[in-house]
């Protein structure tokens, strides 16, 4: 499957994005879905994750309540929403996707495909 991010950009502390991520090339259903995040001069680290059916979510500590996670299968298409930005939210967010049944989906070894990733900056 090929997956394209895009909806990066800049914007101020308390703002808001919306992340998209498109997919191709498969069946998206069958695919767990991720967000990663990678800040500049630190290691990919894990956001939000979606199970196939949309149903389960899961965040890090970091973004709870903050960000949302959803998926469109009809439409293949996994979604990120970003509320109440601060600076440390600042990263290439990249979409990511797993044939995995078990494991852990913190991990960016859990993944299988990537997207290129799309940068967010948030400004204080």
């Known amino acids: 499957v090929q997956l394209q991010a895009y909806g990066g950009g800049l914007v101020q502390a308390g703002g808001y994005l919306r992340l998209s991520c498109a997919a191709s090339?498969?069946?998206?259903?069958?695919?767990?879905m991720g967000w990663l995040r990678q800040a500049p001069g630190k290691e990919r680290t894990f956001v939000a994750a979606i199970s196939r059916n949309g149903i389960t979510t899961d965040y890090a500590d970091a973004v709870k309540g903050r960000f949302t996670i959803s998926r469109d299968n009809a439409r293949n298409t996994v979604a990120l929403q970003l509320n109440s930005l601060k600076p440390e939210d600042t990263a290439v967010y990249s979409c990511?996707?797993?044939?995995?049944?078990?494991?852990?989906?913190?991990?960016?070894?859990?993944?299988?495909?990537w997207g290129q990733g799309t940068l967010v900056t948030v400004s204080s």
């Open positions: 990511a996707a797993s044939l995995k049944y078990g494991g852990a989906h913190y991990y960016s070894e859990f993944y299988h495909y």
């Open positions: 090339g498969g069946t998206f259903s069958t695919y767990r």
